[in-house]
C-alpha cells in the first residue's frame, strides 16, 4: 500500500463538501495508477488510461484540493453508459465517496439522455454489489470466468440502473 503523503496525514479524512469532480488531467495518471495499483487485483496499466482518455470516454476525478479521492470512466454509446472503472482510495473507503462518485455518474447520464447504465463487478465484492443495490442497480446477468484472480478467474455480476 502507498504511503501516505503529508497532505493525506494532514487531511485524513476529505471533507465531502470541499471535494469536487473534475476533468482528468495528464498530470494525474501516475498518481491514478498507483491508486488503481493499489485497489484492484487485476489493475489497468498506465496504457489503459491513456487509451480511454484518447478514446474520448468520460474521465472524471474527484478531489479535495489536488488530493486525489477516486475517479471513474465510463464509455457512452447511443442511449447508453458503460462504467469501465471506479475507484475510491483505499485510505478513503467506507466514507461516502462511492456514493458520491456513483450519483455524480448518475447526473451526467441524465444529462445525456442515458436509458441504460451497465456495470460489471466481481462476485466478490459484497461491498461494491451492496452499494450499487443501495443506488438503484439490478442484476441482469453474470459473465462467467470474466476476472483475474491470484487463483484463476471470478465471475463478473453484470448491474443496470435503468432511467
Known amino acids: 500500500m502507498p504511503k501516505l503523503s503529508v497532505k493525506e496525514k494532514l487531511i485524513l479524512r476529505p471533507k465531502k463538501e470541499k471535494s469536487s469532480f473534475k ?28 487509451d480511454s482518455i484518447s478514446a474520448g470516454n468520460l474521465f472524471q476525478v474527484l478531489k479535495d484540493d489536488e488530493l486525489i479521492i477516486g475517479y471513474y470512466i465510463a464509455s457512452f454509446a447511443a442511449d447508453e453508459c458503460e462504467l469501465l472503472n471506479i475507484t475510491v482510495k483505499k485510505h478513503f473507503h467506507r466514507q461516502g465517496f462511492g456514493k458520491i462518485i456513483i450519483s455524480h455518474l448518475v447526473k451526467n447520464c441524465l444529462g445525456r439522455k442515458v436509458s441504460n447504465l451497465f456495470l460489471e463487478v466481481r462476485r466478490s465484492n459484497k461491498n461494491a454489489i451492496l452499494l450499487y443495490e443501495k443506488k438503484g442497480f439490478n442484476e441482469v446477468g453474470i459473465r462467467p470466468n470474466y476476472y483475474k484472480t491470484s487463483n484463476g478467474n471470478e465471475d463478473a455480476i453484470l448491474m443496470a440502473f435503468s432511467f
Open 23 to 50: 476533468n482528468v488531467e495528464l498530470s494525474d495518471i501516475e498518481k491514478i495508477v498507483l491508486i488503481e495499483e493499489d485497489c484492484h487485483i487485476s489493475p489497468w496499466s498506465k496504457t489503459n488510461f491513456l
